[in-house]
């Protein structure tokens, strides 16, 4: 088991996640590890299926907050992504919106 932490999400019409850019992060020093990188929806679902934990990571006030915990999500189709656990006030996945 990892732990991720989301920096921005692209999103589609019906604001599900089809892409987010994501950085591994250290659990002892809560620092993260290596380059960011961007993932499709569905290597994310795999990631957090096979116990990977992912985390929104947010910008408050010039200081960086960790946010909700992302689940599996699976649409009707069959299409796999992921989504926040809960929604908290001021941490939503269109304030992670990666700017093309």
Do not use: C, W
């Not at 892409?19 to 380059?35: E, N, V, W």
């Not at 957090?48 to 960790?66: A, C, K, N, P």
């Amino acid at each position: 088991m990892s732990i991720f932490g989301i920096t921005g999400v692209r999103l589609n019409d019906t604001g599900r996640v089809v892409s987010a850019a994501i950085i591994q992060i250290d659990p002892k020093t809560k620092k993260p590890i290596g380059p960011v990188r961007e993932l499709d929806a569905p290597d994310l679902a795999s990631m957090v299926v096979s116990g990977d934990l992912l985390y929104g990571i947010f910008d408050m006030d010039g200081q960086t907050v960790l946010g909700p915990k992302f689940r599996h999500a699976v649409y009707a189709g069959g299409a796999e992504s992921i989504e926040f656990e809960e929604d908290v006030p001021g941490k939503r996945l269109g304030d992670l919106v990666l700017m093309i």
